[in-house]
C-alpha cells in the first residue's frame, strides 16, 4: 500500500507492492544539484511527505545513488539534508530482521543504523560488521568521510567470519582505507570477549588485493644446544602476477644461521614454476670442546612446467633437488626429506617434428645418495631417435602383404658425458668426465608360422664411439698392474641375433552349479635363441693381454673405462624357455532375483624363464628366476620374486659344473627372493540401517530398535606395507630384511584428525622412523601436535595459530628438537 501525504493528509492511495519512484515534482528544485538520479523501492509501502520534503520506505527497502547500493528494512530519505537514514525491524516474533547492507564498489558492510549525506559523501553507521580483505572489522560507532576513508570508534579486528568473533584485536580507534590498510591505535588481543595482556602500541594490517611487499615478521624462541633465535624473518618481494620472490633467514645467538631464497614465477599458457635456494651453518658446542661440530650445508630445488600449449612439437621441463648430503639430517625437515637418501635431478629439452619419423632430446641428470655421499652428474645427454620405418614396404600395395614388407628398422643416437664421485670431490679432481657416444640399429620383423604361433627375428648392430682407450701391463717391481690411457679416436663395434616363438594357449572350465561358474587358464610359453660371437677374439681387436705375477695371461678389453662399455667376451648362443600363466575365476553373486558374474583373479602373473648356452663347454644353463603377482580381495597387492642357482659352490664360492639335484636333491639353491603385501583401507562412510522384511508394523519396530544402537561412523584411511628380501649369491652369509610399514590418519569427528607413520624392523626388533599427529580445527584458529618419540629426528611441535595468513604471526609456538637435547 502506497499513501502520499500532501500537508499530513492523505491526497491519494493505490496500492502497489514493489515500487520504483523517482523524485517528485514538487521535489525537483530541491534535488536538482545532485549529480545523479536517485532510485528507491520499496516491497510494503512507500510515503511521502512533501511539505517536509520525506520519502519513508518500509519492507526490504531499496536505495541506488552512483556506485552506492543500501538494502534495509526502513529507509528514511530527506530531500533538504540531503541524507538518508536506514536501520531494521522486527518480525512477528519480535527478532530484529533486515538490519542495513550498504554497498559501495566492492566495499560492503552491514550495521545496527546507517546515516549517509548525498552531497557530501560521509556518513555515521552504528554496530558495523565489514569485511576487508581477509579480514572483518566490528566497530561501534563509523564515521565516512569520503570514498575510501573510515574512522571506527571502539573497534575490532578478526579473520573470524562470526557474527560475535571468536577472537579480536580490539583498539579504541581504528582507520581503514579502502583496499589498502587498516591502522589502529594501541591495540590488545581479546579472545572469547576476555582481553588479554597481549598488547602493541599500534596496529598495521595490509588489505590491498594482490600481491604486495613487505616485511615477513620472524618467530622466536630457544633452543637448548643453538641459543635463542630469530626463525623465518625477512622481506617479500611481490614484484607483479609474474614473479615473486622471498629473502628470509635465521639467527642464532650461539652462532648458527641460515639463508632462504624462495621465488615463484608464471607466465599464463607459457611457462610456471619455483625455486628454492637453502644454505645454513649449524654450530654445535665449542670449539674447544670435543663434540663441537659445524655443518655448512646447502639445498636447491627448482620445477619448471611448460604449458602444452606453448610451443606445440618441443618441451621444456626441469625437476632439480640437489645439495648437501646432510641438509635433512642437520636441519628439522618433514618426513618425507629425512627418511629419503636419495635425490635426483633433470633438466630436459625436447624436440619432436610434426610428420616427421624422427626426434630429438637433450637433458641434464643428477642423482646423488646421501648414505654413501656417491653422486652422479651427466651433463649433457643428448639423444637422438628413429622411429621404426618399413623400407620394402610398397607405396602401392597390390594383393596381400609380403613377408620382406615387415622388416623394420629404426635408429637411436646416444651422447653422453658423465661424472661419478664423492660429493666432496665435485669439480676438485681433473679428468673426472667420461664421454662417449652409442649408436644402435635393431632390425626385426615377426611372421604368423602355423596358423598359431608368431615368429619374431632380429638383428641389432651396435657402435660406440670413444676419445680414448687403455692399455694394461704388470710391473713386477711394484707388484701391481699399471694402466696407461691411450688418447685417440676409437670404435667399438659389436652384433647379436636372436630369434623368438611364442603362442598362447586358453583352458576353459565351466560349471552349470554351484558358486563357482568358470575357471579360465592362460598360458603363454615362449621359445628363444640367441647368437653372440666371441669379441675378445683377436680379430675384433677390442680386447689385450697381459701377463700377471703367476705368469698367467690375463685378457682385458681396452673399453672398459669406455661410458657405455665395450664388446663383450665370450661365445654366447644360447636357447631361452619361458612361461607366463594366468588364472582367473567367475563366480556367481545372487542380487534380488538376477543372478551377476564377477570376475576374481587368482594369479594375474605366474612365469618363469631359464637360459640354456649351446656355446659354453659347462655351467650351460643360467638360474631359474620365478616371478608372480596377483590382488586378493580387490584390496591387497601381492608380489613375489626368487632366483634360484642349478649348480654346486666350492668352498672359494665358484660355481662348478655340477647340479645341486645330484648333490643336495634340489632343484636349484635359492641365491635371492623378494615379497611384498601391500593394501589400503578407506573407510567412515557411514550408511543408514534399515530392514526391509516383514509387515508394516513389523518394520517399524524393528527400524526403531536399529535406530537405537549407536553408529560409530569414523573415516580413516590406512595404508600398510610388507616387504621381505633375502639374498645369499656366494658362501657370504645370507642378508634378509625384513621390514612392515603403516601409516593413515583417523578424523575421529569432523574437527578432530590423527595422523600417524611408523614401522618394524623385524631383524632389529625394533620400531623403525615413527611419528604421531594430532590436528584440531578451531574454526578461525586451529591447532596441530606433531611427535616423533624416538631416533636421530626424536622431536615434538605444538602451535596454535591464526587460520588466515594475514595474522600468521598470531600463534602460540612450543617445540623442542634435535637441537634441543
Request: hydrophobic share 35%; charged share 20%; proline share 4%.
Amino acid at each position: 500500500m502506497v499513501v502520499l501525504l500532501c500537508n499530513g493528509m492523505p491526497t491519494e492511495l493505490f496500492s502497489q507492492t514493489d515500487t520504483t519512484v523517482s523524485v517528485p515534482n514538487a521535489d525537483t528544485a530541491s534535488t536538482s544539484n545532485l549529480k545523479s538520479k536517485v532510485k528507491y523501492s520499496a516491497k510494503d509501502s512507500i510515503r511521502f511527505d512533501i511539505p517536509g520534503e520525506l520519502v519513508y520506505l518500509y519492507g526490504n527497502a531499496k536505495v541506488r545513488y552512483e556506485d552506492i547500493e543500501l538494502d534495509a528494512h526502513y529507509i528514511e530519505v530527506d530531500w533538504n539534508k540531503r541524507q538518508l537514514l536506514a536501520k531494521g525491524g522486527l518480525d512477528s516474533t519480535g527478532k530484529e530482521t533486515g538490519l542495513p547492507v550498504f554497498k559501495q564498489k566492492d566495499d560492503s558492510f552491514s550495521a545496527q543504523t546507517v546515516t549517509y549525506n548525498f552531497d557530501t559523501k560521509k556518513g555515521r553507521i552504528t554496530e558495523v560488521n565489514t569485511k576487508q580483505g581477509d579480514g572483518f572489522i566490528l566497530g561501534e560507532t563509523v564515521k565516512k568521510t569520503d570514498e575510501k576513508n573510515y574512522f571506527i570508534r571502539n573497534g575490532k579486528y578478526t579473520t573470524c567470519d562470526l557474527p560475535h568473533p571468536h577472537f579480536s584485536i580490539s583498539s579504541n580507534k581504528l582507520k581503514v582505507i579502502q583496499d589498502s590498510k587498516v591502522v589502529t591505535g594501541p591495540a590488545w588481543l581479546v579472545i572469547e570477549d576476555v582481553p588479554t595482556p597481549l598488547m602493541v602500541p599500534f596496529g598495521y594490517f595490509p588489505t590491498r588485493k594482490g600481491r604486495a611487499s613487505g616485511i615477513l615478521f620472524p618467530s622466536y624462541g630457544e633452543s637448548g644446544r643453538l641459543g635463542f633465535f630469530f626463525k623465518d624473518g625477512g622481506y617479500y618481494f611481490g614484484i607483479g602476477d609474474v614473479v615473486d620472490f622471498a629473502l628470509t633467514g635465521d639467527i642464532y645467538t650461539l652462532g648458527s644461521w641460515a639463508a632462504k631464497f624462495n621465488s615463484n614465477y608464471a607466465l599464463r599458457y607459457r611457462f610456471n614454476g619455483n625455486v628454492s635456494i637453502n644454505y645454513s651453518e649449524i654450530k654445535t658446542s665449542e670449539k674447544e670442546l670435543p663434540d663441537y661440530n659445524l655443518f655448512k650445508d646447502f639445498f636447491v630445488r627448482w620445477n619448471h612446467r611448460q604449458d602444452a600449449k606453448a610451443r606445440p612439437g618441443s618441451t621444456f621441463s626441469a625437476n632439480v633437488n640437489a645439495g648437501s648430503s646432510g641438509y635433512y639430517q642437520n636441519n628439522i625437515s618433514s618426513a618425507g626429506n629425512y627418511l629419503t637418501n636419495t635425490f635426483q635431478s633433470s633438466i630436459a629439452w625436447s624436440k619432436n617434428w610434426s610428420g616427421k619419423p624422427y626426434s630429438f632430446s637433450a637433458s641434464l641428470t643428477h642423482s646423488q645418495n646421501t648414505l654413501t655421499r656417491d653422486i652422479s652428474l651427466s651433463l649433457p645427454n643428448t639423444n637422438f631417435s628413429v622411429n621404426r620405418i618399413y623400407p620394402f614396404k610398397r607405396k602401392s600395395a597390390v594383393g596381400g602383404e609380403k613377408w620382406f614388407e615387415k622388416i623394420g628398422i629404426s635408429y637411436q643416437n646416444n651422447f653422453q658425458n658423465n661424472i661419478l664421485t664423492k660429493d666432496t670431490l665435485l669439480f676438485k679432481q681433473d679428468d673426472q668426465f667420461r664421454y662417449g657416444m652409442s649408436h644402435s640399429i635393431p632390425i626385426s620383423t615377426s611372421a604368423k608360422v602355423l596358423k598359431y604361433f608368431t615368429l619374431s627375428p632380429s638383428f641389432t648392430y651396435n657402435e660406440r664411439w670413444y676419445p680414448e682407450t687403455i692399455r694394461k701391463a704388470y710391473d713386477s717391481d711394484a707388484a701391481t698392474v699399471l694402466t696407461d690411457t691411450v688418447k685417440g679416436f676409437r670404435a667399438a663395434r659389436d652384433f647379436q641375433m636372436s630369434a623368438s616363438m611364442n603362442t598362447r594357449l586358453y583352458g576353459l572350465v565351466q560349471f552349470k552349479r554351484g558358486k563357482i561358474a568358470a575357471i579360465r587358464h592362460v598360458v603363454s610359453p615362449t621359445v628363444s635363441f640367441g647368437y653372440r660371437p666371441d669379441f675378445s677374439a683377436g680379430s675384433f681387436n677390442n680386447y689385450k693381454n697381459y701377463t700377471d705375477a703367476n705368469g698367467e695371461t690375463v685378457s682385458y678389453s681396452i673399453f672398459q673405462n669406455g661410458i657405455f662399455g665395450g664388446p663383450p667376451s665370450g661365445k654366447y648362443g644360447a636357447v631361452g624357455f619361458a612361461i607366463d600363466n594366468n588364472l582367473e575365476m567367475k563366480v556367481r553373486q545372487q542380487t534380488d532375483s538376477t543372478v551377476n558374474l564377477k570376475k576374481i583373479k587368482i594369479f594375474e602373473s605366474l612365469s618363469a624363464n631359464i637360459n640354456y648356452n649351446l656355446a659354453s663347454d659347462s655351467l650351460n644353463w643360467s638360474n631359474l628366476n620365478i616371478n608372480g603377482r596377483t590382488t586378493l580381495f580387490e584390496k591387497v597387492n601381492l608380489s613375489f620374486s626368487g632366483s634360484f642357482d642349478p649348480y654346486i659352490s666350492d668352498s672359494l664360492g665358484r660355481k662348478i659344473n655340477q647340479f645341486e639335484w645330484d648333490v643336495n636333491k634340489r632343484l636349484g639353491r635359492l641365491t635371492n627372493a623378494n615379497t611384498s603385501v601391500n593394501f589400503s583401507l578407506v573407510g567412515g562412510n557411514k550408511k543408514e540401517r534399515t530392514s526391509t522384511k516383514g509387515t508394516d508394523a513389523q518394520l517399524q519396530e524393528i527400524n526403531r530398535n536399529i535406530q537405537d544402537y549407536v553408529d560409530y561412523s569414523i573415516p580413516f584411511n590406512l595404508s600398510v606395507g610388507y616387504s621381505l628380501n633375502y639374498s645369499k649369491p656366494g658362501l657370504q652369509e645370507s642378508q634378509l630384511n625384513q621390514t612392515l610399514n603403516m601409516n593413515g590418519d583417523v578424523s575421529l569427528t569432523p574437527k578432530w584428525k590423527m595422523t600417524f607413520n611408523t614401522g618394524w624392523d623385524f631383524i632389529e626388533n625394533d620400531l623403525s622412523y615413527t611419528s604421531l599427529g594430532i590436528f584440531r580445527d578451531l574454526h578461525c584458529w586451529e591447532m596441530r601436535f606433531n611427535w616423533v618419540p624416538f631416533g636421530f629426528q626424536q622431536n615434538y611441535f605444538f602451535q596454535i595459530n591464526v587460520k588466515s595468513s594475514i595474522l600468521q604471526d598470531l600463534k602460540l609456538t612450543k617445540k623442542n628438537d634435535i637441537y634441543d637435547r
